[in-house]
């Protein structure tokens, strides 16, 4: 099994609401947040995971 180095995200603050991204093999990409206390772990491709931070970076609110 791979070993995961988790980064975590640059938008976090302290506290328990940070989101951490792996890649524990080329063309995987793993997410899980600090505050889920059974670590889920979302596995996506690059393909997805890029379309996802395009949208979200969209449809974010100016000024943040």
Request: glycine share 4%.
């Amino acid at each position: 099994m791979p070993v995961r180095s988790w980064q975590k995200s640059s938008y976090c603050q302290e506290g328990d609401a940070c989101v951490h991204i792996a890649t524990p093999h080329a063309g995987t990409i793993q997410v899980t947040e600090s505050a889920d206390p059974t670590r889920s772990i979302l596995s996506t491709t690059p393909h997805a995971f890029t379309a996802l931070l395009r949208t979200l970076k969209e449809t974010r609110p100016h000024g943040c």
